[in-house]
Nanobody
Framework: QVQLVESGGGSVQAGGSLRLSCAAS????????MGWFRQAPGKEREGVAN???????NYAASVKGRFTISKDDAKNTLYLQIHGLKPEDSAMYYC???????????????????WGQGTQVTVSS
């Protein structure tokens, strides 16, 4: 089992920045990829970014250049640095862990085995 706990969400004005964190615990040694997803009310959960064990990354086109995914293996923590927030970035943000296999640019929610409870990001114009 892997437990994931997100933090760092909040309410910000457009153009602002946030850094989301996701602390992982449990059987983390089998994790090969971690990712960030978001889901706005009435919309499907969408992938934002993912990072493999070798630090290779993939980003959704809508966030490329504004979002940066990173991880600290010593702390078992995943990060998402967000700059230039837009109202359309408002959503619940979830981190997820994928075991045994690396991620690709097309890795979707169904490819991830473990999920956190989410942290809310609200951007006002």
């Amino acid at each position: 089992q892997v437990q994931l706990v997100e933090s760092g969400g909040g309410s910000v004005q457009a153009g602002g920045s946030l850094r989301l964190s996701c602390a992982a615990s449990g059987y983390t040694y089998n994790m090969k990829c971690m990712g960030w997803f978001r889901q706005a009310p009435g919309k499907e959960r969408e992938g934002v970014a993912n990072i493999n064990w070798d630090d290779s990354t993939n980003y959704a086109a809508s966030v490329k250049g504004r979002f940066t995914i990173s991880k600290d293996d010593a702390k078992n923590t995943l990060y998402l640095q967000i700059h230039g927030l837009k109202p359309e970035d408002s959503a619940m943000y979830y981190c997820a862990a994928k075991l045994y296999a690396r991620c690709s640019a097309s890795s979707g929610p169904a490819n991830f085995e473990y999920w956190g409870q989410g942290t809310q990001v609200t951007v006002s114009s």
